[in-house]
C-alpha cells in the first residue's frame, strides 16, 4: 500500500506492507526497514525500530491533519491516498489580497479600521484578546481594507479571518 | 485554629492552598465561575460557590461576591491566592470589617505596598535604592517628557500592576501613544486600574527576589532569593533556588535580604510577601517592587528551605509566632520550576486554549507538579493559561538541570500547544548552563536559536505512524473518528428538536 504524506520536509511517498504488529516500510526513497507497532493506549503507538523504542501520540487536527508528537517533536502530517480522487490544495488566495486572520482563539476587543481605510504596514488594525493578554493585528503591508469581517466583542477561533487588505 | 477558609481564587494556587488545608484538618470552599465549573480546585474543595459569569471582572474580582459566598458558607478566614483580589487593599479591609481573617498583611501594608508607586517611596524612604523613574501615574505628555529627559528605552508599568500585565518596553517616540493605550487599557482589565507609571530601562538586568515571612508579632525573616530572570511578555517562566548569581556572590543574599526586610518593615509587613531586585551587570540591585502575597513561583522556595510556606501563611495569620529564627533557615541543594502554559512558543507565545485531549504527568524522585489540568479538561480562554508548575529539587544545579529535562521528557500534554518542548532547548543551552541569565534571555535566545530539528529516525516513525493511523481509522469508519464532533452534533440536534 502507498500513501503519499505532506509534512514539513513537503510530499514524501511511504509504502507499507504486514500485518500488526510487525511491518516492512520504505519512506522517501530509503531502504525497506521493519518495525513493530503496538497501540498500548489509545491513539498512543509504542514503535520498536531497529531496537530503539519510540512512543508516538496522535492527534487528529480540525484541518484534517494528524499530529504525532514524539519525545516532545510534533509533526503535523497531511495523509493522501493517491488512489483516490482528491480535491486540489485549498486554493491560494487571489492576487494581491491578503487576510489577517486569528492566531488563537480569544476575543475582538477594539477594531481600529475599517473597510475603505488606507493603512500603512505595521499599522494596528484589531486588538484580539485571549487569556488577559492583548494581542494587535497589524497590517503587513501597505493597502487598502477591502473587508473588516468582525465587530467588537465577536468571539473568534484560531484561523478565523479578520480583516482582508488589497 | 480556623475552621473554615474560603479561597478567592482559581486554578492551580487554589489547588495548591486546598491540599495545606486538607493536610492542616482545615475544610476549604472554592469559589467559581461560568467557565470553571468544572475546574480541578472545584472538584477538590470541601464546599464550593458559583459567583457570577466568565469574566473575572464580573466574578473573581467582584468583593461583595466573594464576601457573600464566605458569609454564605461560615469561613472564618479568606486566602486571596496571588493575581485577582490578592493585593486590593480594600478587600483585606473588608474581610477584616466582615469579621474574616485575611491570610496575608494589613490592608494597609498593601496600600502601601500594593501600588507600584507607593512602594518606591516606602522602598526610598526605608533606604533601598530603586530604579529611576516616575512617582505616580503618567498621561502620554508626562511619559514623552520622562522619556525625553532620561532616553530611550523605557518601560511602562501599571500602577497596580504584577505578573507582566500593563507592561510595555518602549524603544522610540512613535510607539509611545499605542505603547501607553495598550498597558493602560490591558491594567484597566486586569486590576481596574489604568494608571501606567514610567521607568528607564535596565537592559539586561537579572531579575532576584527575596522570599519574607512576618508574623503579627514584629517578628520577620527571609527565606533566600530566587531568580526569575527567564521571561516571555515581561512575565516569568522558569526560576530558580538559590540564584546561580548570588550562589557565586554569597554576600549578595545577605546584603539583599537585609534590605528587602527593612522595606518590609517600613510598611507593616506581616505573613508572606516578596521583594523584588533589578540587579545590573555590576552586580548593583535596585528596589522594583513588593508582592504583597503568596508568589506563584513560591515552590522553589519551600523545596530548598523544605517548608510549607501556605501552612506558615495561615499559622501567623490565625496569630502563631514565627516557629524560627534567621539562623535557624538554610537553603539545601537546588530548585527549579518551569511553568507551564498552554502557549505556543513558537508564535510568539500567543496562548492556546482549548481542550486536553491527553495528559501523561512526569514522576519519580525530586519532581514536584502543582497543577490543576486533567485529561478531557478545556483550559477557557478567560483567564492566564498557566496549566502547572514544574518543579524540580537535587543536590546541585547540575543535576537539577538534568533533572528538570528528565521530567519534562516524560511530560505530555495532548490537544493543545504547550512551552514544555522549548523548555528542554532552554535547558540544554550553554549559556543557560553557564548561569548567564538575564530578563533579555528569553528573546536573545529566539534569535540565535532555530526550533529544534528532529532526528531522522523520528521523522520515519511519525510517517510509519500517520500512515497507519489513517488506515486504521479508515478501517474503523467514520464514526469512531471523531467522537467529539458527532456528541456536539448531536447535542446541536437534539437543541433544535426541542
Known amino acids: ?53 519510540y512512543d508516538a501520540r496522535v492527534e487528529e487536527t480540525a484541518a484534517g491533519t494528524l499530529v504525532i508528537v514524539i519525545d516532545g517533536y510534533r509533526f503535523e502530517i497531511g495523509v493522501r491516498d493517491p488512489r483516490r480522487w482528491s480535491r486540489k490544495d485549498a486554493a491560494r488566495s487571489a492576487d494581491g489580497v491578503q487576510t489577517v486572520a486569528a492566531p488563537m482563539p480569544g476575543k475582538v476587543v477594539r477594531v481600529l479600521a475599517a473597510a475603505g481605510d488606507r493603512v500603512e504596514a505595521g499599522q494596528g488594525l484589531l486588538v484580539v484578546e485571549a487569556m488577559k493578554m492583548q494581542n494587535e493585528m497589524k497590517a503587513s503591508r501597505a493597502g487598502r481594507i477591502l473587508s473588516v469581517a468582525v465587530k467588537e466583542g465577536a468571539t473568534v477561533v484560531a484561523g478565523e479571518v479578520l480583516a482582508t487588505i488589497e | ?37 468544572l475546574s480541578r480546585h ?15 471582572a464580573e466574578s473573581y474580582l467582584v468583593i461583595e461576591k466573594v464576601m457573600d459566598a464566605a458569609r454564605k458558607h461560615g469561613a472564618d478566614a479568606v486566602h486571596p491566592g496571588y493575581g485577582f483580589l490578592s493585593e486590593n487593599a480594600e478587600f483585606a479591609a473588608a474581610c477584616e470589617d466582615a469579621g474574616l481573617v485575611f491570610i496575608g498583611p494589613s490592608a494597609e501594608s498593601i496600600r502601601r505596598m500594593g501600588s507600584k508607586t ?35 528605552p523605557i518601560l511602562l508599568k501599571a500602577v497596580a500592576g504584577g505578573g ?70 515581561h512575565q516569568k517562566v522558569m526560576e530558580e533556588c538559590p540564584s546561580p548569581l548570588v550562589a557565586q556572590y554569597p554576600e549578595m543574599r545577605l546584603a539583599m535580604g537585609e534590605a528587602a526586610m527593612r522595606a518590609a518593615r517600613a510598611a507593616g509587613y506581616y505573613n508572606a510577601g516578596t521583594v523584588e ?13 513588593m508582592n504583597t502575597r503568596l508568589q506563584v513561583e513560591h ?27 534567621q539562623e535557624q533557615i538554610a537553603l539545601r541543594g537546588w530548585a527549579m520550576e ?85 523548555f528542554r532547548q532552554i535547558l540544554e543551552d550553554g549559556e543557560f548552563r553557564r548561569g548567564n541569565l538575564h530578563t533579555g534571555f528569553i528573546d536573545d535566545f529566539l534569535e540565535r536559536t532555530e526550533a529544534p530539528k528532529a532526528p531522522e529516525d523520528l521523522s520515519a516513525v511519525a510517517a510509519l505512524i500517520a500512515a497507519l493511523h489513517t488506515v486504521k481509522r479508515n478501517a474503523n469508519g467514520a464514526a469512531k473518528t471523531a467522537p467529539e464532533t458527532s456528541a456536539w452534533k448531536e447535542t446541536g440536534r437534539n437543541e433544535m428538536l426541542r
Not at chain 2, 118 to 147: I, K, N
Not at chain 2, 206 to 232: K, Y
Not at chain 2, 299 to 323: C, H, K, M, S, Y
Request: net charge neutral; with cysteine; hydrophobic share 40%.
Open chain 2, 164 to 233: 507582566g500585565k500593563g507592561m510595555r518596553r518602549v524603544d522610540r517616540d512613535a510607539d509611545l501613544a499605542s505603547s501607553l493605550r495598550d498597558a493602560a487599557s490591558e491594567a484597566a482589565r486586569a486590576f481596574r486600574n489604568p494608571d501606567i507609571y514610567v521607568e528607564r530601562l535596565i537592559e539586561n538586568g537579572r531579575h532576584i527576589e527575596i522570599q519574607v515571612l512576618g508574623d503579627r508579632h514584629g517578628n520577620m525573616v527571609f527565606l533566600g532569593e530566587r531568580e526569575c530572570s527567564l521571561q516571555r511578555r
Open chain 2, 42 to 56: 472545584v472538584r477538590m474543595a470541601d464546599e464550593a460557590e458559583h459567583i457570577g459569569p466568565s469574566p473575572s
Open chain 2, 1 to 37: 485554629m480556623f475552621r473554615k477558609v474560603l479561597i478567592a481564587n482559581r486554578g492551580e494556587i487554589a489547588v495548591r492552598i486546598i491540599r495545606t488545608l486538607r493536610e492542616m484538618g482545615i475544610a476549604s470552599v472554592a469559589v467559581y465561575s461560568d467557565a470553571d465549573r
Open chain 2, 277 to 289: 531586585f533589578l540587579v545590573d551587570r555590576d552586580r548593583r540591585f535596585y528596589f522594583l517592587e
Open chain 2, 299 to 325: 515552590p522553589i522556595t519551600e523545596l530548598a528551605t523544605g517548608l510549607d510556606l501556605v501552612r506558615l501563611q495561615v499559622e501567623v495569620a490565625d496569630g502563631a509566632r514565627l516557629p524560627f529564627t
Open chain 2, 118 to 152: 507607593a512602594a518606591r517611596q516606602t522602598a526610598v524612604a526605608a533606604g533601598a535604592p530603586v530604579v529611576p523613574g516616575t512617582s505616580h501615574g503618567v498621561d502620554l505628555e508626562e511619559a514623552r517628557a520622562f522619556a525625553a529627559e532620561n532616553g530611550y
Open chain 1, 1 to 53: 500500500m502507498k500513501l503519499n504524506l505532506h509534512g514539513p520536509n513537503g510530499e514524501q511517498a511511504i509504502e507499507i506492507a504486514g500485518h500488526a504488529p510487525v511491518y516492512r516500510f520504505r519512506w522517501s526513497g530509503a531502504a525497506e526497514r521493519t518495525a513493530n507497532v503496538e497501540m498500548p493506549e489509545p491513539n498512543v503507538y509504542s514503535v520498536l525500530l531497529d531496537g530503539r523504542v
Open chain 2, 338 to 422: 518551569c511553568r507551564v502554559y498552554a502557549e505556543d512558543p513558537y508564535n510568539h507565545f500567543l496562548p492556546y486554549p482549548g481542550k486536553l485531549t491527553r495528559l501523561t504527568r512526569p514522576l519519580g524522585p525530586g519532581v514536584r507538579i502543582d497543577g490543576c489540568v486533567y485529561d478531557g479538561w478545556v483550559v477557557p480562554m478567560e483567564y492566564d493559561p498557566l496549566l502547572a508548575k514544574l518543579v524540580v529539587w537535587a543536590e546541585h544545579r547540575e543535576n537539577a538541570t538534568a533533572r528538570m529535562i528528565r521530567a519534562l521528557r516524560e511530560y505530555d500534554v495532548g490537544g493543545i500547544h504547550t512551552n514544555i518542548g522549548f
